[in-house]
């Protein structure tokens, strides 16, 4: 029977009728024939070009802001390859859900996203081991990626986003200072503190207002926690959401914080009502010469019409013993997995497709047009100015500050109490106010941790 049907097939695709795409399954012969044909010059050339595929790829998109560039990634392989793609982009917020209810289905994702070492968990048996496949050898790091207890490489981190202090160089030399001078917490302060000493005289002072509306208070109780969260992890050796902190590294995080709010024009008392809008002003208006936000923040200073020359981002000091070669904070929650539960055939297909996706000029200049920051060998050179510097800090060998803050239990919650005792701390900055703050760091942790965990 399989005999007479490969014959079958071959007759098929001489004549030109054969559709592209295999199948596993045996299928019984058609009730007609098409009388043979001779095989056309421009026939046998296309069906070179576009072999027979096998396999098939799914791809359950986390990102919503990716899906029509992704959807048309997916048509330009499938037209050049036959390879069946299927892109299907959970709603924003739903991703969990449509994930647990799309790995049900006997035709179920082929590649998915993992966001965290929690979701590694929930997933490590659905995850292919990518450590040894042609598309781990494209990484440029491996800092994004999610590594279960065997030291598998489960989820491949595909692009990712960056967070730091944006300067403005040009307020920054008009002060008589450069970004080669601060290369640690102690050479930050020193140059603004200057600045703050001087503002009437430059017009300008340090750093735009550290607000604690909600609007702005994420940048401080998400990116700036993570600084002292990281350190602790590195040194515990943390690499999955424990049940308590120490606090160990709250002096640095209260350092920085006190810079924040000190060579600043924003009243420190006020900042509860400040937002985020109003912080970005006065960056934007050169108001301030530092501003701390992300690499997602480049194309909105753009727009409100600051040059690309006049911008850098460096990364968080606070004080912290060989900061010097730190680079920025990094991290993601976009990894991709490989459904290891589906055909090899299928699997194959997946990491083909994802091959070509970093690999091929195009798409791969299309990661990073729609992503910002991926990293792999082939990725063009991005054109915001905040990604380049971070990837020259990786190219220097400095280590990245990853997003430690991805473990925080019950994360909004305890969010709310850091900030609420931060901003009872920044109008009265006492150490009795600052016991406070550390007491909604390590006893808010552990008791979100019992919330959610019993």
Known sequence: ?????????????????????????????????????????????????????????YYLNFKPEFDVALQELAATYTANTGVEVKVVTAASGTY??????????????????????????DWNDYA?????????????????????????????????ESVGIIVNTALLEQAGHSLDEITNFETLKAVADDIHARSAE???????ASGLDSSSSWRFSGHLANMPLYYEFRDDGVTEQPAAITGAYLDNFRSIWDLYITDTAADPKTLSTSTSDESKAQFTEGQAVFYQNG??????????????????????YCGVEG????????????????????????????????????????????????LGAVPFKAAPASSNVFIVDGAEMQSEGKYTVTW???????????????????????????????????????????YEYSVVNG
């Not at 289905?105 to 929690?118: C, H, L, R, Y």
């Not at 491996?142 to 989820?155: C, H, Q, T, V, W």
């Not at 019950?410 to 106010?433: E, F, I, M, Q």
């Open 202 to 208: 430059l017009g300008f002072d340090a750093f735009s």
């Open 323 to 370: 900061e010097e070669n730190a680079g920025l904070c990094s991290g993601t929650e976009n990894c991709w997995a490989v459904n290891s539960q589906v055909s090899e055939e299928d699997q194959k297909a997946t990491l083909d497709f994802l091959y070509w996706m970093v690999t091929d000029p195009e798409a791969s200049a299309v990661m990073v047009e729609q």
């Open 295 to 316: 690499t997602w923040e480049y194309a909105g200073l753009i727009e409100a019409g600051m040059s690309a020359d006049d911008l850098a981002m460096i990364p968080i």
């Open 96 to 121: 969990s859900d449509t994930l647990t209810a799309e790995m049900a289905k006997s035709e179920a994702p082929t590649v998915f996203n993992i966001g965290n070492m929690s979701g590694l968990n």
């Open 128 to 160: 292919l081991d990518l450590s040894d496949t042609a598309l781990a050898g494209e990484l440029t790091t491996n800092d994004f990626n999610l590594y279960n207890e065997a030291g598998e490489l489960k989820a491949m981190g595909y692009c990712y």
């Open 404 to 446: 430690a803050f991805n473990h925080t239990p019950n994360v909004d919650s305890w969010r709310a109490t850091v900030v609420t005792a931060l901003t009872a701390y920044s109008a009265d900055p006492t150490d009795a106010k600052w016991a406070d703050v550390v007491t909604a760091f390590v006893d808010g942790w552990a």
């Open 1 to 57: 029977m399989k005999k007479l049907i490969a014959m079958l097939l071959a007759l098929v695709m001489v004549l030109g009728l054969a559709a592209c795409g295999g199948s596993n399954t045996e299928t019984e012969a058609p009730t007609t024939t098409a009388a043979p044909a001779e095989t056309t010059e421009a026939a046998a050339e296309a069906t070179t070009e576009t072999p027979a595929a096998s396999g098939r790829v």
